[in-house]
């Protein structure tokens, strides 16, 4: 017989918990408070909306994502950053990374337009005039 690989079962705060509650309608298998994957005949209350805890792997795997803060605070506690611009945790794709995805566009184009203004000022053909 083999052994499952079984993940750590990560337990949530109140807070956590009230936002996979509201994620939870957003699954495919949700019906009224009722899981269709569970459903052998008898209606099942969806395991998810009622514990402390990430059980559902379908909804780790396909609902979860859809909240990429929730999913970082759960699953990357150790290697995750907060953005210095919005404070959202993240999880950054190198040690280099300041920024969340959202961010890192916006603050990409706030830098190039400074970089740009500072070539510009160097640039003598658009300063005052010489004078012979």
Request: hydrophobic share 35%; charged share 30%.
């Amino acid at each position: 017989m083999k052994k499952r690989n079984t993940a750590p079962v990560i337990i949530m705060d109140y807070r956590q918990y009230r936002k996979v509650r509201r994620l939870v309608h957003e699954c495919c298998n949700y019906n009224g408070g009722n899981c269709i994957a569970l459903d052998d005949g008898e209606e099942c209350v969806c395991v998810q909306s009622i514990s402390y805890s990430l059980l559902c792997r379908w909804f780790r795997a396909a609902v979860l994502p859809l909240d990429r803060a929730l999913e970082t605070a759960l699953f990357h506690r150790l290697d995750a950053k907060r953005c210095t611009v919005c404070g959202a945790l993240f999880r950054p794709g190198s040690n280099r990374a300041k920024y969340c995805p959202e961010c890192a566009g916006h603050m990409k184009r706030i830098k190039a337009a400074q970089r740009k203004r500072k070539q510009r000022a160097k640039c003598h053909a658009l300063g005052p005039e010489k004078s012979l």
